[in-house]
């Protein structure tokens, strides 16, 4: 998808401490580092960043539109030119063209055989507050059942979780 960075939590530490009924502040590391790994892993079902986050895309001009691969596009900020010594030159707007449509889908025009890369934001939601429920309730789900199985004896997660997160699923041909 582009360099994105890690994903941003979902669902704050005081929720799942709530979630998975652990009163003390003894294994909020642990939780932490689940909301991450569940969070991740909704990202990857999902085929789309949850959280907003800024990105960076690498492209080929063909001359025609070009989608990026990361989604939902939220705004794309501009295109450098890469030449062949890696020096990055910011391209002015004549140069490229770029559109998100509707559904959020991120799309760029370059000149045939010119190397860019491409910076903007994507996620679905600006901050954790804002992620659909299904999706912080599978999060939820998922780190309250890898909370419990850290000691490998937990076996498949929970098909909820999947359940929740597939209406919000992307399906890419590539």
Same mark, same amino acid.
């Given at each position: 998808?582009?360099?994105?960075?890690?994903?941003?939590?979902?669902?704050?530490?005081?929720?799942? /401490?709530?979630?998975?009924?652990?009163?003390? =502040?003894?294994?909020?590391?642990? *939780?932490?580092?689940?909301?991450?790994?569940?969070?991740?892993?909704?990202?990857?079902?999902?085929? /789309?960043?949850?959280?907003?986050?800024?990105?960076?895309?690498? %492209?080929?001009?063909? =001359?025609?539109?070009? /989608?990026?691969?990361?989604?939902?596009?939220?705004?794309?900020?501009?295109?450098?030119?890469?030449?062949?010594? =890696?020096?990055?030159?910011?391209?002015?707007?004549?140069?490229?063209?770029?559109?998100?449509?509707?559904?959020?889908?991120?799309?760029?025009?370059?000149?045939?055989?010119?190397?860019?890369?491409?910076?903007?934001?994507?996620?679905?939601?600006?901050?954790?507050?804002?992620?659909?429920?299904?999706?912080? /309730?599978?999060?939820?789900?998922?780190?309250?059942? %890898?909370?419990?199985?850290?000691?490998?004896? =937990?076996?498949?997660?929970?098909?909820?979780?999947?359940? *929740?997160?597939?209406?919000?699923?992307?399906?890419?041909?590539?």
């Amino acid at each position: 998808m582009g360099w994105l960075g890690r994903a941003l939590p979902a669902v704050s530490v005081s929720e799942a /401490q709530a979630y998975v009924r652990v009163e003390t =502040g003894e294994e909020e590391a642990i *939780l932490a580092g689940l909301i991450r790994t569940a969070t991740e892993l909704c990202e990857a079902f999902l085929n /789309q960043v949850v959280v907003a986050r800024s990105f960076e895309e690498e %492209l080929v001009g063909n =001359g025609g539109w070009q /989608q990026l691969r990361v989604a939902p596009v939220r705004s794309i900020e501009g295109v450098e030119r890469v030449d062949a010594a =890696g020096v990055h030159q910011a391209l002015v707007p004549g140069e490229y063209s770029t559109n998100i449509d509707r559904s959020g889908e991120g799309w760029v025009r370059i000149a045939a055989g010119e190397r860019g890369v491409v910076r903007g934001t994507a996620g679905l939601a600006s901050d954790g507050n804002e992620v659909p429920e299904p999706l912080r /309730q599978g999060v939820l789900r998922l780190v309250a059942h %890898l909370f419990a199985s850290r000691d490998g004896s =937990g076996g498949e997660p929970p098909a909820a979780v999947t359940a *929740l997160w597939r209406p919000y699923r992307r399906l890419r041909l590539r």
